[in-house]
């Protein structure tokens, strides 16, 4: 295999598409369906959605993360509010201000050691209502899993969501890791959503084998009401919907997100527990879902990745990000620790 085709730890979105996935999409490739969703592929995975999340929900596919995040974000506010969420949120640092930019809102983000939000944190941005001058919190977004590879527990959500909805406000998760923080607990997909109060939800399924599932979920429909008309000025409406669709009947059925998710979690375990014969290398966050961080002295770095890609977390601390996903094997972490110890002796 060419060295750059080689299975790395750089992300999940690296990985390429489920077998099965891919199979279901060549198998809706025959004939015409209407376009744009009114297909029975399309019905079908909403169906499968429902039988998942509840049956009271509202269903949009989208194209990207970011787009759902966006438009998701979008349809709760007003332009003079504002959005509270992690420093490290994927809406902070790596949608190139696109929340700012379609919302008009402001976003207020904090700093955390782990990823999470908690109400005391959260409180320091907990004022100016209704004072003109100041933009009116209306949002906390919180990841599940976070950007640090951390899982809220559902008592942890509950908490956010409660506080948000006693302050008139609401909360939208990013849930681009969703699958892998519901194994992590080993609970339904709906019991850490619906059941504990988030009212919107930006679900991935790319991490977890998709080519490009992305959807937003409403779990409120008056929130929904006329997104269609802002999904389609968001330029988030797929024309082909079906080839979108099958990835999630695919994957939400027979467990499939479950057994990749948990794949990928285990894998990111045994990484983990195979580094710990390094004193040298350090652990920095729990390994809870699909992600290691990991202090790694910095003169070896540029040799690991030449065989190994993955990025640097914070080059001043030397933290780097090692991803598993779906696809990684046992061996590819063997041949990793192999070159470590190569390379730390
Ligand atoms: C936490 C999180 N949210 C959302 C996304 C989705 O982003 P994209 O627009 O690249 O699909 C990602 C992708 O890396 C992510 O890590």
């Not at 084998?209 to 979920?217: Q, V, Y």
């Not at 669709?245 to 285990?266: E, G, P, R």
Request: charged content about 25%; aromatic content about 10%; glycine content about 6%.
């Amino acid at each position: 295999m060419r060295d750059e085709l080689k299975r790395g730890f750089a992300s999940d979105n690296n990985a390429g598409i489920h077998p099965d996935v891919l199979t279901a999409m060549q198998n809706a490739n025959i004939g015409h369906c209407i376009a744009y969703g009114d297909d029975i592929y399309t019905q079908n995975a909403i169906i499968k959605i429902k039988e998942h999340f509840g049956k009271e929900i509202d269903v949009y596919f989208t194209f990207n993360g970011t787009g759902s995040n966006v438009l998701a974000l979008k349809m709760l506010t007003e332009s003079y509010n504002s959005i509270i969420c992690a420093e490290t949120a994927h809406i902070n640092v790596d949608e190139c201000g696109a929340p700012e930019k379609f919302t008009g809102c402001k976003l207020l983000s904090i700093p955390t050691e782990n990823g999470k939000l908690t109400i005391e944190k959260i409180k320091y941005h907990m004022h100016g209502f209704d004072f003109e001058h100041h933009s009116q919190p209306k949002v906390i977004s919180i990841a599940q899993v976070t950007e640090m590879g951390t899982v809220y527990t559902q008592n942890e959500i509950r908490d956010i969501t409660d506080y948000a909805h006693k302050n008139r406000m609401l909360v939208h998760m990013d849930g681009a890791r969703l699958c892998n923080a519901a194994v992590n607990l080993d609970i339904s997909l709906c019991e850490i959503t619906a059941d504990v109060g988030v009212d919107v939800l930006s679900l991935g399924l790319t991490k977890n084998g998709a080519m490009n599932a992305e959807a937003i979920i409403f779990f409120n429909k008056k929130i929904s009401n006329n997104f269609k008309y802002y999904r389609k000025q968001g330029m988030q409406l797929a024309s082909k919907m079906r080839f979108m669709a099958v990835q999630f009947t695919t994957l939400l059925s027979n467990d499939l997100w479950k057994k990749n998710a948990k794949h990928a979690n285990k894998m990111a375990k045994i990484l983990a527990e195979s580094v710990a014969e390094f004193p040298r290398i350090q652990i920095t966050q729990k390994v809870e879902a699909n992600g290691v961080f990991a202090i790694v002295p910095s003169e070896i770095i540029p040799r690991l990745q030449e065989k190994f890609f993955f990025y640097m977390w914070d080059e001043h601390k030397s933290e780097v990000r090692w991803m598993t996903s779906f696809d990684t094997q046992q061996q590819d972490i063997e041949k990793f620790v192999f070159l470590l110890r190569k390379l730390l002796k």
